[in-house]
Structures are given as structure tokens and as C-alpha cells.
């Protein structure tokens, strides 16, 4: 069993930037597929980034192309998220996850919430303008 946490969330002016850290413990060693997604207050848990550990592939929303990156150490138990130029829409709790290899394989699956049955407890994430 794999256990994941978050760490890295805090307040923010538009603008600014924010690392996101995600630890891994247990069965690490089946890890390849993780993801960052928020949760806005009223709101659906949205997928925000992908990583696909083989080839490290990546997606993205469309909201955070370009100011977000996800990437993750060599030992791949940490999943990080840089986060750039934040605006207050982004703000929500963020949490990681990890889903069974075949759901970075479809491409249609990789940001879809269903597909991940590992989570995070969360970080949250506040921009004010």
C-alpha cells in the first residue's frame, strides 16, 4: 500500500509563487502514475497536473499551462509541484494522488479524479489579490 502527503501549501499575493512537495511511503516501488488536483470551496476536485514516471510525460489543465510544473526526485517517492505566477482562482486545498499505471496510458484518464485511488490529506493553498 502506497501512502502519499502533502506539504508546502501557504497565503500568497496574485502573482507569486508556491512549491508543493508530495512524500511517498510504503510500496513505493509500484509508483508511475501521479497527479496534483484541487478542490475550490463549492466545487468539484479538479485534475491540475499529470506525470507518467515512465518516459516522465506530463499534462496539464489548461488554467495552469505555463505557470505550473510537476516533476519528481530520482528516487520517486516525492512528487513536486511548482507553482508560478498564482492568481486567486487557484486558490483551493491541493492534493496528490496515484492511480494504476494504465491511467497515464490513456490520455483521456489522466486528470479524470475516478481513475486515482491513492490520496493525499491535502494542502491548502490561498492567493489574494
Known amino acids: 500500500q502506497v501512502q502519499l502527503m502533502e506539504s508546502g501549501g501557504g497565503s500568497v499575493q496574485t502573482g507569486g509563487s508556491l512549491n508543493l512537495s508530495c512524500a511517498a511511503s510504503?510500496?513505493?516501488?509500484?509508483?508511475?502514475?501521479m497527479a496534483w488536483f484541487r478542490q475550490a470551496p463549492g466545487k468539484e476536485r479538479e485534475g491540475v497536473a499529470n506525470v507518467y514516471f515512465a518516459g516522465s510525460s506530463t499534462s496539464y489543465a489548461d488554467s495552469v499551462k505555463g505557470r505550473f510544473t510537476i516533476s519528481q526526485d530520482n528516487a520517486k517517492t516525492t512528487l513536486y509541484l511548482t507553482m508560478n505566477s498564482l492568481k486567486p482562482e487557484d486558490t483551493a486545498m491541493y492534493y496528490c494522488a496515484n492511480a494504476p499505471p494504465i491511467t497515464c496510458q490513456i490520455a483521456s484518464w489522466r486528470l479524470n479524479r475516478a481513475r486515482y485511488n491513492v490520496w493525499g490529506q491535502g494542502t491548502q493553498v490561498t492567493v489574494s489579490s
Open positions: 510504503g510500496n513505493t516501488v509500484s509508483i508511475t502514475c
